[in-house]
C-alpha cells in the first residue's frame, strides 16, 4: 500500500538555526497539510498546500514557517530560525480528493536544544 | 475558531470490557475521520463518516456519525490488549476550503490484562 515518507525520524538544531523537513506524498494525490503534534498533546493543523500553493494557514503558521513542492514528489516545511516551542513531532499528510482521508507519515520528531 | 471536543481523555478498563470515546464539533462537519496512534508513533486512518447518522463496523469496532453531523463516537466492544493506544477523532469542517482535519485531543485508552 502507497505510503507518506517523511525524512527524517529525528532532528536536533540549535535554537536560531533553520531546519528543512522533508515528505514525499503518496503519487496520485493532489492536497498535502503538515500538522504538528507537541509532546502529550493533539495534533494541530499547520498548512494545507493545494495546485501549488497554499490554501490555508493556522496561526501557528507564522512568518519563521515555509513550505514547498520544488519537484513533484517532494514536499518540505522550512522553518527559519528555530525556537524552543518549535520542538514537536511534524507529521506530513496527503489526500487523494475532497472527502478522502488523509493519510499521514511516520513524523519527523524535531527536538530544538 | 473550530474546535472538537473529544472526552474522556483516559480510560483505563480491564481486558474484555467495552470502551467509548465521544466527540462533538462546534460547528457541522463535512466529514469525521478516526485514527489511532500507538506510543511513539504516527496517527493511523481508521475510518471516515461523511453522512448523517451513518454508522459504520470493523469488526469489535463500532463508529456513528450524530444525525446533525455534529458529533461522533467510537466504541469498542470486549477489549483486548492490543486496543492500547491513544484513538483522535478529527473533523473536516464544512466550509473549510483546505479539507484540513482539527483534531480533538484523544482519548488514551489502557487495557489491563
Known amino acids: 500500500e502507497p505510503e507518506v515518507t517523511q525524512t527524517p525520524s529525528h532532528q536536533v538544531t540549535q535554537m536560531g538555526q533553520e531546519v528543512i523537513l522533508r515528505c514525499v506524498p503518496i503519487?496520485?494525490?493532489?492536497?498535502f497539510y503538515w500538522y504538528r503534534q507537541i509532546l502529550g498533546q493533539k495534533v494541530e493543523f499547520l498548512v494545507s498546500f493545494y495546485n501549488n500553493e497554499i490554501s490555508e494557514k493556522s496561526e501557528i503558521f507564522d512568518d519563521q514557517f515555509s513550505v514547498e513542492r520544488p519537484d513533484g514528489s517532494n514536499f518540505t516545511l522550512k522553518i527559519r530560525s528555530t525556537k524552543l516551542e518549535d520542538s514537536a513531532m511534524y507529521f506530513c499528510?496527503?489526500?487523494?480528493?475532497?472527502?478522502?482521508?488523509?493519510?499521514f507519515g511516520d513524523g519527523t520528531r524535531l527536538s530544538i536544544l | 475558531g473550530q474546535q472538537v471536543m473529544q472526552i474522556p481523555q483516559y480510560q483505563h478498563v480491564q481486558e474484555g470490557e467495552d470502551f467509548t470515546t465521544y466527540c462533538n464539533s462546534s460547528?457541522?462537519?463535512?466529514?469525521i475521520q478516526w485514527y489511532k496512534q500507538r506510543p511513539g508513533g504516527h496517527p493511523v486512518f481508521l475510518i471516515q463518516?461523511?453522512?448523517?447518522?451513518e454508522v459504520k463496523k470493523q469488526k469489535r469496532l463500532t463508529f456513528q456519525f450524530g444525525e446533525a453531523k455534529k458529533n461522533s463516537s467510537l466504541h469498542i466492544t470486549a477489549t483486548q490488549t492490543t486496543d492500547v493506544g491513544t484513538y483522535f477523532c478529527?473533523?473536516?469542517?464544512?466550509?473549510?476550503?483546505?479539507?484540513?482535519?482539527?483534531f480533538g485531543k484523544g482519548t488514551k485508552l489502557s487495557v489491563i490484562p
Open positions: 460547528t457541522t462537519l463535512s466529514n
Open positions: 463518516l461523511v453522512k448523517s447518522g
Open positions: 499528510a496527503s489526500m487523494a480528493e475532497i472527502n478522502q482521508p488523509q493519510h
Open positions: 503519487s496520485n494525490h493532489l492536497y
Open positions: 478529527a473533523g473536516q469542517h464544512s466550509g473549510a476550503g483546505s479539507y484540513q482535519l482539527t
